[in-house]
């Protein structure tokens, strides 16, 4: 086993399963992209990025039982029992392994606001002859706001021979589509903001057509939807721009990761990605702090009660430091300092009376080239981890001051950094972080709606400003992120019939109200299908040139960027 080759995170759950067998792969199904076989012969398998020679021949692996589901490039994703992952990482073709994650799923009054009716009408513009893809949670292709539009669904969760970009799940076309449900709703609710055909809640690009991708969230398999609806569109001769309302922590935040890398490798002219921001605005998930050299330093990070499983912290600082690592449970229990591992095996177990932390310490990604150490905490047991202040220890053994950036990772959406290690901003992750991707933050529009049974509901958020829960940037190599705000506070979008919401949230039998960057979202998407619907060869620097030059924040001249408004809220009219 090259252990070097495997990210940190991958190295943890190989570990876990090396000691705990096929039981620790439970434990880590959300960091890892685990897939259970339906058969209790066949071993569980797991979703990987391979990072390798462009032009490398890996067919030769499925000896191992290893899927690449893709024949070229330096990034391709693959399928793989957790066994194969010694001879993948011992192939002289492949640099670098890591894991997929699973990621999170991020018009009534709304298009007023940044103007969108007026810049259709000014231009004759519907988004026909446009492709717009949506890899989310599926869609109603019933929905009268869809009829006729929707071109295919990938389901990447049913059974099926998959497509070339993936052989897994099943593709349907026509009355087939409706096998295909979206239970959850986000899709659908996503796709009408984007191009839903309706008199009174009517979408940007109406007349744009569809490509819809329902994924199960794994990074590696949105990966694989992003090229799927790329090569569709090329070849159907069309241009496309492909909607994700979705994202996650588990990266560098500087656009490195390995979805990012796709979404920029596939992006050009006539090929656009529109990714949401994040909504963890008002959560405390990233600390960071300034170690100086020769010193210590302490974060803290509070663990609620019986709450958390498992946590992770993901860690990264530049190549130019070198710190060691060490953890103090909120009983006072310490691990010893972790130094840079280099030769052999960087995961190093500690078995503390109250809990059980593994810390990870390889040396620099090949990617980025920067460090990137994880740790993980469990519990003593089958006890959740124990709650309560945890500090976070490093030591700067190297002779320049680093700049140290944490984002806490849990089964629980509940681990959050406190006091001075708290630092409110670099929130936009994967794939938001992308370079050629249209960043999307969230601005509200609406506070308060009146639902199916005639009540008026309010929303705590401050009206016709940047969205409380938007996600600030910069992106951690202060590259600047979001690129925009658009509309994503209580809007109204289409509802899928199979899915279950509380009628709080419901307008009519059709239509229901949601709020996030994942609304926002979808409001840019339909405004460059318009936009390539005038010029199909626009490339992801002239979109993204056009949006900032027509987005302004209030007070503040145009070209201002800010964390949390990007280049400000977009205005339609002058595009």
């Not at 492949?94 to 007026?118: E, F, G, T």
């Amino acid at each position: 086993m090259r252990h070097e080759k495997l990210s940190p995170g991958l190295l943890l759950a190989y570990e876990d399963y090396q000691t705990e067998g096929e039981q620790a792969l439970i434990t880590h199904r959300r960091s890892l992209g685990i897939i259970a076989s339906k058969s209790p012969v066949k071993p569980t398998k797991s979703v990987v990025f391979i990072y390798c020679d462009s032009d490398a021949d890996l067919s030769h692996l499925s000896q191992y039982g290893i899927e690449v589901n893709q024949n070229s490039g330096s990034v391709r994703t693959a399928f793989l029992p957790i066994d194969g992952l010694d001879p993948l990482s011992e192939e002289a073709a492949v640099q670098r392994i890591k894991p997929s994650r699973k990621l999170k799923l991020r018009m009534d009054v709304a298009p007023k606001a940044v103007q969108i009716s007026d810049f259709q009408s000014k231009n004759a513009l519907t988004g026909k002859g446009v492709i717009i893809g949506i890899v989310d949670s599926g869609i109603d292709s019933l929905h009268p706001a869809f009829a006729g539009r929707i071109l295919r669904v990938w389901d990447q969760t049913l059974p099926g021979p998959g497509v070339p970009d993936g052989g897994y799940g099943a593709e349907f076309t026509g009355i087939q589509m409706s096998v295909s449900q979206d239970t959850n709703g986000h899709g659908t609710h996503v796709a009408g903001i984007a191009s839903g055909s309706d008199t009174t809640y009517g979408g940007v690009a109406p007349e744009a057509e569809l490509i819809i991708v329902k994924s199960d969230l794994q990074d590696a398999h949105i990966a694989d939807g992003v090229r799927y609806i790329f090569r569709i569109a090329s070849e159907l001769g069309r241009p496309a721009v492909v909607n994700l309302s979705l994202g996650g922590h588990a990266d560098a935040h500087d656009g490195s990761d390995s979805l990012s890398k796709v979404i920029d490798a596939e992006s050009g002219p006539g090929r656009i990605v529109c990714c949401a921001a994040g909504n963890e605005g008002n959560d405390n998930i990233h600390g960071q702090a300034h170690v100086t050299n020769k010193r210590s330093k302490g974060m803290r990070f509070n663990v609620p009660l019986n709450q958390v499983g498992i946590l992770w912290l993901n860690a990264w600082y530049g190549s130019e430091g070198e710190l060691e690592v060490s953890v103090r449970s909120p009983n006072g229990f310490v691990t010893p300092f972790q130094k840079i591992i280099t030769e052999g095996n960087p995961s190093q177990k500690h078995d503390l009376p109250d809990s059980q932390v593994e810390i990870v310490t390889p040396g620099p990604d090949p990617i980025n080239g920067d460090h990137n150490f994880f740790v993980q905490i469990r519990g003593k047991g089958n006890s959740p981890v124990q709650g309560g202040i945890w500090q976070l220890r490093v030591r700067n053994i190297s002779s320049s001051d680093t700049r140290l950036d944490i984002w806490t990772l849990d089964d629980a959406s509940a681990v959050f950094f406190t006091g001075t290690s708290v630092k409110d901003s670099l929130k936009i992750g994967s794939p938001g972080a992308a370079a050629s991707a249209v960043t999307v933050a969230a601005y509200t529009t609406k506070v308060k709606y009146t639902d199916i049974d005639n009540q008026v509901r309010e929303m705590g958020l401050e009206l016709n400003t940047i969205s409380e829960f938007s996600s600030e940037g910069p992106l951690r190599n202060n590259a600047q992120k979001p690129d925009v705000a658009a509309p994503g506070a209580m809007i109204v979008s289409a509802l899928s019939s199979a899915a279950n919401f509380d009628r709080s949230m419901t307008i009519n039998s059709k239509f229901l109200v949601m709020a996030g960057t994942s609304m926002a979202t979808p409001f840019v998407t339909g405004l460059v299908a318009l936009l390539l619907q005038r010029n199909p060869k626009l490339d992801p620097d002239a979109v993204k040139d056009l949006l900032r030059k027509n987005s302004t924040i209030p007070g503040k001249t145009t070209g201002t960027f800010d964390n949390k408004w990007g280049f400000g809220l977009i205005n339609a009219v002058n595009l």
